[in-house]
């Protein structure tokens, strides 16, 4: 069984950064393309970014291109979101998925519990 486990959410003003993690157990750090998705209030969950296992491939959602930066830590199994230039439409309960092959365009799988972001004006 793999677990997923998000951290590192908080309240910030327009402007600031924030760093998310991402720590999976279960299986071995590099298997799996990652991913971060969100889901704001009343809205459907959407995409944010995703990395491949080997981490040579990223893509990310349009209006966070060139602000948000996904990396990852195979060896400590961690898969980050760094947040730049937070602005409040960005406010969402933030969900890391640990996809079932190594490819990005394999199934998000398995999902953390969520952490919420919230951008102030």
């Known amino acids: 069984q793999v677990q997923v486990v998000e951290s590192g959410g908080g309240l910030v003003q327009a402007g600031d950064s924030l760093r998310l993690s991402c720590a999976t157990s279960?299986?071995?750090?590099?298997?799996?393309?990652m991913g971060w998705f969100r889901q704001a209030p009343g809205k459907e969950r959407e995409f944010v970014a995703h990395?491949?296992?080997?981490?040579?491939?990223?893509d990310y959602e349009d209006s966070v291109k060139g602000r948000f930066i996904i990396s990852r830590d195979n060896a400590k199994n961690t898969v980050f979101l760094q947040m730049n230039s937070l602005k409040p439409e960005d406010t969402a309960v933030y969900y890391c998925?640990?996809?079932?092959?190594?490819?990005?365009?394999?199934?998000?799988?398995?999902w953390g519990q969520g952490t919420q972001v919230t951008v102030s004006s």
């Open positions: 279960g299986r071995t750090g590099s298997s799996y393309a």
């Open positions: 990395i491949s296992g080997s981490a040579v491939i990223t």
């Open positions: 998925a640990a996809y079932s092959g190594r490819s990005t365009s394999s199934t998000p799988t398995y």
